[in-house]
């Protein structure tokens, strides 16, 4: 449903986050946008639990990622407390205990399956490998488009 006068047509709105139990949906324009109380934040949530700068959503290779800014109450995907983490298309995201479902459309040709496989591959890596000592055991694709 997209009953709100937003066309993505790869300019303007990159998605949405949708309050959980009602109210007004907001808009996700930027690539990278901040969450938290302070009025510099791209999404303002003005509740004493929410930290000055909570949380931040960026759009990369056509998939949103939540990542926690060091914040006191955390964000959760599902339910899951997480630091970071990609967000498949109406997965539920609570900053604090503020929840929101995330509503986007995945690129053509974009696998969600792709890039949590790559985010799982992080903690599979062998220190040495995190540190950059250690070349992965197999090639890396990231430069593709």
């Not at 709105?13 to 949906?25: S, T």
């Not at 324009?29 to 930290?51: H, K, P, W, Y």
């Not at 800014?69 to 339910?79: D, E, F, L, R, W």
């Not at 459309?105 to 890039?115: F, K, N, P, Y």
């Amino acid at each position: 449903m997209s009953g709100h006068g937003f066309s993505n047509n790869g300019q303007g709105q990159l998605g949405e986050l949708v309050p959980v139990g009602g109210g007004d949906a907001i808009p996700l324009i930027q690539e990278v946008m901040t969450i938290g109380r302070r009025t510099s934040c791209d999404i303002q949530l003005d509740f004493a639990n929410v930290s000055g700068t909570h949380a931040e959503l960026s759009f990369r290779n056509g998939v949103w990622h939540v990542r926690d800014m060091g914040s006191t109450n955390g964000i959760k995907v599902n339910g899951e407390r997480t630091l970071r983490r990609p967000l498949r298309p109406g997965d539920e995201v609570a900053v604090a205990n503020h929840k929101y479902t995330i509503q986007y459309q995945l690129a053509a040709g974009t696998s969600i399956e792709d890039v949590f496989t790559e985010e799982e591959d992080v903690f599979g890596q062998s220190l040495l490998e995190k540190a950059g000592l250690e070349r992965a055991k197999k090639p890396d694709d990231r430069g593709k488009r």
